[in-house]
């Protein structure tokens, strides 16, 4: 049995399990994956400065967030079709995160229905009340695509509303779906017995017109992206957005200071630094060399989280001495559910986890707000000043 050490770990393991079809389009970026990559390697531009004789016997790494406190800043990523990865797919991610107190994206794109992944943490939420451990508030956040037809868009919501979502992510860097190659030459389809919950009518009608052959290949899922996302999508319609729900709401895929201040003028109730995994557009500035630029444009009036090529505790501690309130894992949470469900989950975050925890103690940090910009420095082999 293979010892598991990190989180790269976890993910070879969870290759050996997935098929090609299912493997190639977790694992891909767009184009030639330029951006995929430099997500993760741009990490290591990045030095940690750390400070000494500062009494780290005790490091507490809760956060507050949009009025729920949570365990640590490092939550799970909206990432379409589960149960490709396990069986349980969703449900395993959203317990997971629930016994770890954290909040979870939860796609659009879901194979599980939101009254199922409501139903499957009540038990857990209940078990916390009997154990008088309601300290922490783990949370499901919905990943909205904004549809062409509105009235669609906000039943959506409302069946969010109704399943105990706490918060709205509006993903805006998908206007159109990216180029990834290797789902193209696999003519990647989803599994036959597996379906989009919140698309059920869509494929319905083009299994249809197929003379009922039941297939999710990729150029169904470009259509379901193209009938439902409206392309002409602007600022103006987030503002509509905004106006149709109490639940906060956050705009996912800002890599620009320019659109980081719009965010703010337009009433939106946080920012996710994101380049979908590098799977949109090929080439996007890696998250964490735009995240300290959105930081310093927003200037604390919103919280700005990112997410995109986090792999370690250093990593973490990176992004929230640039200026992040927490993290998201995307692909990491996949190989998590495909190695083991959702122990498999559990494991991948209790070793981020205790990563960061140990990032905070050597580099002199005993609680979160410790975490400043004074921590951190570019590597003087790449130079150029932050
Ligand atoms: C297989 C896969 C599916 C994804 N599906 C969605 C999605 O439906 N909606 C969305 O906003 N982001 C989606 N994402 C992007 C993630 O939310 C997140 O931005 C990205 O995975 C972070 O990068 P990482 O995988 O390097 O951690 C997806 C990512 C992957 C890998």
Redesign the pocket.
């Known amino acids: 049995m293979t010892k598991i050490a990190s989180l790269d770990d976890i993910e070879r393991l969870a290759h050996q399990k997935l098929d090609k079809n299912a493997l190639d ?2 694992s891909s970026g767009a184009q030639d994956e330029l951006t995929l990559r430099d ?1 993760i390697r741009a990490f290591d531009r990045y030095q940690i400065r750390p400070r000494v004789l500062r009494d780290v016997s005790c490091v507490n790494t809760d956060v507050k967030l949009f009025g729920n406190k949570f365990a640590s800043p490092i939550f799970i ?4 079709m589960q149960k490709m990865a396990h069986p349980e797919g969703e449900k395993a991610t959203v317990r997971a995160a629930f016994r770890k107190n954290i909040a979870v ?1 939860i ?3 879901t194979t599980t229905g939101f009254d199922e992944l409501w139903e499957t943490v009540q038990p857990i939420l209940n078990e916390k009340k009997t154990q008088a451990e309601e300290i922490y508030n783990p949370t499901l956040w919905f ?1 909205l695509y904004v549809y062409k037809d509105r009235a669609r868009s906000l039943d959506i919501i409302r069946k969010a509303e109704r399943n105990g979502f706490t918060a709205v992510v509006v ?1 805006v860097d998908t206007p159109v779906l990216g180029r990834r190659l290797a789902d193209i030459k696999n003519e990647f389809a989803l599994p036959p017995h597996l379906s989009l919950a919140n698309f059920t009518d869509i494929l319905e009608s083009e299994s249809d017109a197929n003379g009922g052959v039941k297939s999710t290949n990729i150029s169904m899922i470009a259509k379901c992206i193209t009938q439902a996302v409206d392309p002409s999508l602007t600022w103006e319609d987030m503002k509509w957005l905004k106006r149709q729900t109490k639940l906060p709401v956050l705009v ?1 895929g800002v890599l620009t200071a320019q659109d980081a201040v719009l965010a703010v003028e337009h009433g939106m109730d946080g920012i996710v630094v ?1 380049n ?2 590098g ?1 949109q557009l090929d080439t996007a500035p890696a998250t964490i060399d735009a995240l300290a630029e959105v930081a310093e444009a927003v200037n604390g009036r919103i919280p700005v989280l990112m ?4 792999r370690r505790g250093t990593d973490v501690f990176k992004a929230l001495a640039l200026g992040a309130k927490g993290v ?5 949470n ?1 190989w998590g559910l495909a190695y083991n469900g959702e122990e498999g989950v559990c494991t991948m975050l209790d070793l981020i986890n205790e990563e960061f925890r140990l990032a905070m103690a050597l580099a002199g940090c005993t609680k979160i707000s410790d975490i400043n910009k004074t921590f951190i420095q570019r590597s003087p082999t790449y130079s150029a000043k932050l």
Do not use: I
Request: charged letters at 15%; aromatic letters at 10%; glycine letters at 18%.
């Open positions: 389009y977790y997500n990523a909206p990432a379409a994206g796609s659009t794109m990943q993903t996912k994101s979908h995994g799977r997410d995109g090529g986090v998201f894992l995307g692909r990491p996949l």
